[in-house]
């Protein structure tokens, strides 16, 4: 349990909530957030944003009765924090590309901030956000409005892709790749309850059987899983 | 000092909290966060005689005080729990119970024969295994249009009756909540030879999409838990206990010290 430092709207629906404490985390992982008591039942699966000294943040938006629960914390109020939890991305030594779509480059600012040399391509339905954190932690920041960024992006350089937004752009970027040595790991998105593996909610198909995403993902190599086969919402 | 020891079958429960099957995986996750050596029992995520993936789509879906889920007995089969899981599950102080599921008669009847040769081949080498069966009857008849088993006290009695013969071991019914009569159907348990009888699995239940005219979930039809069952879920467990002499367990929406 901690408390509430600040919970600013960023966009439309789209806020950041910081909670203070020192937190672990690697990138790619999440926490299960509650800012309730018993109901709703389940605590809500974000991922980190950000982790820095004193405080841990997170990206969300508000799409249904936990994340509107969540947009009206003040600061000061409780938070329960479970994690962190989930595989997140690997370690890269080489020039990684941060590939993300709308909410999904929530989680791709705290891997930019770890990794030591990636660069971001963001792109957005119709409203930009975090842009100017992006281009400061990395080497270069391309951004997308209205279109395609996967159009945008040529991977040529790139040891690895991190990938995470609508699975349609993910698809589109796992195509773009194929042939080439360049490795893509796409962060999924699913429906959980537990969060730690005990409950077989939030099963995913792979070439190696069905895994969960929040204990053996939410990050996979992009080949091993069957990008069709996610229905979360 | 009181005593919360309980005593079903013969197996001995330290205190009468027993995790319900599918809440607790096989224990390795919660045993991380929470030593298992304080619970009187674990009853497994369900198993059937052949691995199975669940079901597609979306799989859990909240409700006004509780949950809906349609997880499809996603489970690695009998022989690669015993091989694998069952192990850690007996290496502590719990009662270890395994929640037996199956599609057809011959499923069950088959997935018992092989729990049965395993825990006989453990006591000959003096190894813990299963201290009970739990039969969960609420898996659908596939060979009757997917309608449960646990529905028609009839066709419950057959898979009660195949299972009692198949085995020695202590065997608890649990039964689905959606059976036509449950005190008929506990006392047909008993008749058959059951140990105890636990109650309630979820209730049958459904959650549509407004927006895209649907149901939720491609299985159409949802098991609900939680709190909110929890007054239905004590009625059926007291209509039980006076339908029955064997022991009960109750559950259903089960989440305070006062419950």
Redesign the interface.
């Known amino acids: 349990m901690t408390t509430v430092i600040s919970n600013n709207q960023i966009a439309s629906d789209i806020f950041v909530l910081t909670a203070e404490g020192d937190y672990q985390g690697e990138m790619g992982q999440f926490y299960m957030l509650r800012g309730w008591d018993?109901?709703?039942?389940?605590s809500r699966p974000i991922s980190i944003h950000d982790i820095g000294e004193g405080y841990i943040s997170f990206l969300y938006r508000v799409v249904g009765?936990g994340t509107e629960l969540l947009s009206r914390l003040k600061p000061g109020d409780f938070l329960g924090l479970e994690g962190p939890y989930g595989n997140g991305f690997p370690v890269i030594q080489g020039k990684v590309a941060l590939v993300g779509g709308g909410m999904g480059t929530a989680p791709l600012y705290y891997a930019a901030k770890r990794l030591l040399n990636s660069d971001a391509y963001l792109g957005f339905s119709y409203e930009a956000f975090r842009v100017e954190e992006f281009r400061h932690t990395t080497g270069q920041t391309k951004v997308n409005i209205g279109g395609y960024i996967v159009d945008d992006f040529d991977p040529t350089g790139y040891e690895a892709v991190f990938t995470c937004g609508p699975l349609p752009m993910m698809r589109a970027l796992a195509t773009k790749l194929q042939g080439t040595s360049t490795k893509l790991y796409v962060s999924l998105e699913k429906?959980?309850?537990?969060g730690?593996?005990?409950?077989?909610?939030?099963?995913c198909?792979t070439t190696n059987?069905?895994r969960k995403a929040c204990?053996d993902g939410p990050v996979f190599l992009a080949e091993e899983v069957d990008l069709d086969?996610l229905?979360?919402? | 000092m009181i005593s919360t020891v309980t005593n079903i079958a013969g197996v001995s429960f330290k205190n009468p909290f027993i995790m319900a099957s599918g809440t607790y995986g096989f224990g390795r996750e919660y045993a991380q966060y929470n030593d298992p050596n304080k619970l009187g029992g674990i009853s497994g995520k369900g198993l059937t005689l052949h691995a199975k993936a669940g079901n597609r789509g979306i799989r859990v879906y909240e409700t006004a005080s509780g949950l809906l889920n349609s997880v499809g007995l996603e489970n690695p089969g009998i022989e690669a729990f015993l091989e694998r899981e069952l192990d850690v599950m007996t290496s502590w102080d719990t009662a270890v119970l395994l929640n037996l599921g199956g599609g057809t008669l011959e499923d069950y009847v088959q997935g018992t024969q092989l729990i049965n040769e395993d825990n006989d081949r453990r006591k000959r080498e003096s190894r813990r295994g299963v201290d009970m069966i739990e039969l969960n009857i609420s898996c659908p008849n596939v060979k009757e249009g997917g309608m449960a088993f646990g529905v028609d006290t009839e066709v419950a009695r057959t898979v009660v009756r195949g299972v009692r013969q198949a085995t020695h071991l202590p065997l608890a019914v649990k039964l689905s909540p959606n059976a036509q009569d449950i005190a008929a159907m506990a006392a047909m348990c008993e008749e058959e030879g059951a140990d105890a009888i636990s109650l309630v699995n979820t209730f049958s239940g459904m959650k549509i999409d407004v927006r895209k005219r649907q149901s939720v979930f491609a299985n159409l039809y949802a098991g609900l838990s939680g709190p909110a069952i929890k007054p239905i879920a004590l009625r059926m467990v007291h209509q039980v206990a006076k339908a029955v002499s064997i022991p009960v367990i109750g559950m259903g929406g089960i989440s305070s010290a006062e419950d």
């Open positions: 018993q109901f709703p039942i389940l009765q429906r959980m309850a537990c730690i593996g005990a409950c077989f909610v939030c099963s198909a059987g069905n204990k086969d229905n979360s919402h």
